[in-house]
């Protein structure tokens, strides 16, 4: 049993003295002898450090140089006087059989002497061999046992330092015990010292204490450290496996936002999963690899202080972490989880998780409604984990400030927020953690935008919000004098359906002027159905609702009025580019309208409407929509008309205008509809003759057609024509001519 005295420190491979993998592995401070290996240290390493540390003192070189001579001479002598005793027994024994007898003389004397000699040495070997500590056994088996002969080495080396030198060993846990570290160096040092302590990861206490019982230590402690918080670099410590755990952690953090100037926060439940699935490990057993990142999770906070925990489920990378370039490994991740968001997006509950798969895919997913989804989780898990300092330190990067929705201005350079597409759900969590971050601005105006879908209840949100910004005046006029509380059911939604299209479809946007009350009358019944409940409303119940009554204030010459219905149905949220595009096209018509009934045109409002036609345009094409798409077409055509028909011939519109009806021709013509064809045609024939390009067969056509157009439509494509006409700019079609 070796009278040492071993402890095992846990926590506390920090106070290790070696900084870099060139370092010396041995050093000696004041009477301490610090010992720290690294991963791939080799024990010729080890021995050079020492010898460098132990210097030339003479003691050591009679040891190392005269001692060793001394020991060798005297072996060699020992071996050639067996030899010569072994030849000496030969020849003595064949006179004794083939000569006897015979007279002895001298020399035979001399020759029986060295017989009995190695007879009894022979004899005695085995006790000799056996002897205290082995020493006569081990000298000879350093003759032939290359380890032997490095223990002898090593204690030798270790024999200059005194026996009551305290020995700290760090790092030695990274081998198992069949490695040279245990088998020669820690044999030799418990050998030598009585008091070793040894520094190790906290998963790897009863390993090593079971090694230090195997060498029959008689005094093992085992002391867990404070954790002190201090500057701490060793990442030269970590093994191959936990270095490549090292740089995954890194992957799966903030660090992907390049954000220097914020905590880097790690998602751990993405770290194993990744850990699980992304890299592959040579491990067959499953459970064995969970439990070795985990093991490496309690490292990373104990040993090895590269994370800390600020708050539940938020871990942080310590300015301990140096971080490396992982450009590759993050593209390579980053396609991962771009095929995996919809698991991803149900398995994660962690906001930082979704934070980091968000900034990974965000760029390369082809269908932006996966990055919505994620970030409505991301919304939801903050609401959840109550981590709202989240949404100061990311949420408006990702999104930007929330948009004036009352402004019309603001709708283009907003199109395109995640405002505008998040659901009413997602939003309205949003406005609860706006406020409970301190962004009352924000949560009012995303507040405001919800408006429409419960005057009610965000009514008093509003109210709420602007009392906990001690704007009480403001607070008292966001109230409504009196709560319209309805009593009904919130209606289904194929019973809002059918009093849309009555109203809509059939009577008001064809202007049906026989069934223009019953259109009326079918509008207030869907507005009784739509504001005679409490509970929230279907956004797309709402712009249908107030696109028809805008349809409806046009017919009646209330342009302002419609104006204004139109832009409720701007400021009605998560709605798509479909009905947004097809508001702006109503719209345009309605400022056409405007122009068309000023007695002195001003161009300001014929480029208003032209302005929100193309808006409008584009936003149809952004969806792909065939259905409308000839009647937006025909609008910004008619649009860009009155301007031409009112100002010099702008070469640049005409071509505008070309492109636009050849168009919608083309698509008529395939979809084999009629609809708006009228207008399509007349559009064509005008501009082909400002062109002078050959329209004949544009008017031939035209006139087979003109028998199928309804009233409205054929007053509308009277009108553009007398407009080119009464200016003498366009040559005369006979057939419009005896129906004016």
Excluded at 611 to 639: F, I, T, W
Aim: charged fraction near 25%.
């Amino acid at each position: 049993m070796k009278q040492n005295n071993c402890s095992i420190y846990v926590s506390k491979l920090c106070s290790s003295k070696r900084k870099r993998v060139e370092d010396s592995s041995i050093s000696k401070k004041n009477s301490d002898l610090y010992i720290t290996y690294c991963k791939n240290d080799t024990l010729d390493k080890i021995e050079s450090d020492i010898n460098s540390l132990v210097g030339s003192s003479a003691l050591y070189f009679f040891k190392k140089r005269f001692s060793s001579s001394l020991i060798s001479i005297i072996s060699v002598f020992v071996i050639l006087v067996a030899f010569l005793s072994a030849s000496i027994y030969e020849d003595f024994l064949k006179k004794v059989l083939f000569e006897m007898p015979f007279t002895w003389v001298l020399s035979d004397y001399i020759s029986l002497a060295f017989v009995l000699v190695f007879f009894l040495g022979l004899l005695i070997m085995p006790s000799i061999l056996d002897g205290e500590r082995n020493e006569f056994r081990n000298i000879l088996s350093s003759w032939f046992n290359k380890d032997i002969r490095r223990l002898k080495k090593l204690s030798l080396l270790l024999s200059n330092f005194d026996r009551k030198t305290t020995v700290h060993i760090y790092n030695f846990d990274l081998e198992d015990s069949t490695h040279w570290l245990w088998q020669i160096l820690v044999n030799r040092i418990l050998n030598r010292f009585y008091n070793v302590n040894f520094y190790v990861r906290n998963d790897k206490v009863q390993n090593i204490s079971n090694r230090l019982n195997a060498f029959e230590v008689l005094n093992i402690e085992i002391i867990k450290a404070e954790n002190i918080s201090r500057k701490c670099d060793i990442e030269i410590l970590l093994s191959q496996k936990e270095q490549k755990l090292y740089s995954l952690m890194q992957l799966c953090s903030t660090v992907i936002i390049k954000q220097r100037d914020k905590k880097s926060f790690i998602s751990l439940e993405l770290f194993e999963y990744c850990g699980k699935n992304f890299i592959k490990e040579e491990i067959d057993s499953k459970n064995q690899l969970i439990f070795g990142f985990q093991n490496f999770i309690n490292r990373s906070f104990d040993d090895f202080k590269l994370i800390a925990q600020e708050k539940s489920l938020q871990v942080y990378f310590t300015s301990n972490v140096t971080f490396k370039d992982l450009n590759e490994e993050e593209k390579r991740l980053a396609y991962y989880l771009r095929n995996h968001i919809e698991e991803f997006v149900t398995l994660f509950e962690n906001p930082i998780s979704l934070l980091v798969l968000y900034y990974y895919v965000k760029d390369i997913v082809l269908d932006k409604r996966r990055n919505i989804k994620i970030l409505e989780k991301f919304i939801c898990a903050i609401e959840q984990k109550q981590q709202y300092e989240l949404v100061d330190l990311y949420w408006f990067d990702i999104a930007g400030l929330m948009f004036d929705s009352k402004d019309l201005n603001t709708f283009e350079s907003s199109n395109n927020s995640y405002y505008r597409k998040l659901s009413i759900d997602a939003l309205n969590k949003l406005v609860f953690l706006f406020e409970r971050s301190g962004h009352f601005e924000q949560a009012i105006l995303l507040t405001q935008y919800l408006y429409e879908i419960n005057p009610n209840k965000y009514a008093v949100n509003i109210c709420s919000l602007y009392e906990r910004m001690g704007q009480f005046e403001k607070a008292y006029e966001s109230l409504p004098k009196t709560l319209n509380i309805g009593k009904n059911e919130k209606p289904s939604d194929i019973e809002v359906r059918y009093y849309q299209r009555k109203s809509a479809w059939i009577i008001i946007s064809q202007r049906n002027e026989e069934l223009k009350q019953e259109g009326i009358d079918s509008l207030n019944t869907l507005s009784n159905l739509l504001f005679s409940h409490n509970e929230d409303n279907n956004p797309l119940w709402l712009w249908h609702y107030y696109n028809i009554k805008a349809n409806l204030e046009e017919w009646n010459k209330n342009l302002e009025e419609a104006i204004k219905n139109y832009k409720k149905c701007l400021s009605i949220p998560t709605l798509g580019a479909f009905e947004y595009g097809g508001t702006f096209v109503n719209m345009a018509i309605t400022y056409r309208c405007k122009y068309i009934n000023q007695e002195i045109k001003k161009v300001a409002t014929i480029n208003k409407s032209i302005k929100l036609g193309r808006l409008g345009l584009l936003l149809k094409q952004s969806v792909g929509d065939r259905d409308e798409m000839p009647v937006v077409l025909h609008n910004l055509a008619l649009n860009i008309l009155y301007k031409i028909s009112n100002t010099s011939i702008d070469t640049s519109l005409c071509n505008e205008v070309l492109d636009l009806t050849q168009e919608a021709l083309q698509i008529l013509d395939k979809t084999k509809s009629i609809k708006r064809l009228g207008m399509v045609l007349i559009e064509n024939y005008i501009v082909k003759d400002l062109l002078k390009i050959s329209n004949k067969d544009i008017a031939l056509r035209l006139e087979v057609h003109l028998s199928t157009l309804g009233q409205s439509e054929l007053n509308e494509l009277l009108n553009i024509y007398k407009e080119f006409k009464k200016t003498n700019k366009i040559t005369s079609i006979e057939f419009l001519e005896k129906i004016l």
